[in-house]
């Protein structure tokens, strides 16, 4: 089975004849701020930190003669001449989705001895994160699950726990399907409180 990596929707093992090496690490570059510790000789204070863009690079190989090679440079330099970050998949993290943008100089080295041409893109992810392409759903079929629970209370209230399968913070997005009357909602969370409609109206 052929790696895939799709670039702006368009397949880019259907272009070469195979990719030699990815380079993904581990997260992002991590800046970290310090200063001065007071009066102390030694070290300094932590101040804070912060996760910056994400760069990855691939490399490739594609046999032929170099009339062959005619075609790859062209699709390629089409494929990358993009404007904005574009969707970068690869095959096996089918739903993870990086917003990248082509980075540097793109290389093809062809080898006319060998008739083996070798090349190299470099992605650069702006936000430094990889997004989800699906959207998990917690409701009344599911809850206990792994997406978290949905428990109601004797008082009319209901309990959320949603667990988040991701590495960093999200915000859910809540839907509410009235089956009455009811003028008021209310959400409370660790981080605030957000209330619609009229309470009176609904005591």
Do not use: C
């Amino acid at each position: 089975m052929t790696f895939s990596i799709s670039f702006n929707g368009v397949d880019l093992s259907e272009l070469v004849n195979g990719f030699t090496s990815i380079e993904r690490n581990f997260g992002a570059t991590w800046t970290n701020n310090l200063g001065p510790i007071g009066i102390s000789r030694y070290g300094q204070e932590f101040i804070n930190n912060y996760s910056g863009p994400k760069t990855i690079v691939v490399n490739f190989r594609k046999d032929g003669v170099p009339r062959n090679w005619i075609a790859i440079r062209q699709k390629m330099a089409q494929i990358l001449n993009v404007s904005e970050p574009a969707p970068l998949i690869f095959g096996d993290e089918p739903n993870k989705i990086w917003y990248a943008v082509p980075d540097q100089q793109p290389t093809f080295s062809e080898d006319i001895s060998s008739l083996v041409a070798t090349g190299t893109l470099t992605f650069l992810v702006p936000s430094g994160i990889a997004e989800s392409s699906y959207t998990q759903t917690l409701n009344a079929d599911n809850s206990g699950g792994e997406n978290g629970s949905i428990v109601k209370n004797d008082d009319g209230s209901v309990d959320l726990i949603i667990n988040n399968q991701g590495t960093l913070p999200v915000y859910p997005t809540i839907k509410f399907t009235h089956t009455s009357d009811n003028a008021y909602i209310g959400i409370a969370a660790p981080t605030g409180v957000l209330a619609l409609g009229s309470q009176d109206q609904y005591l």
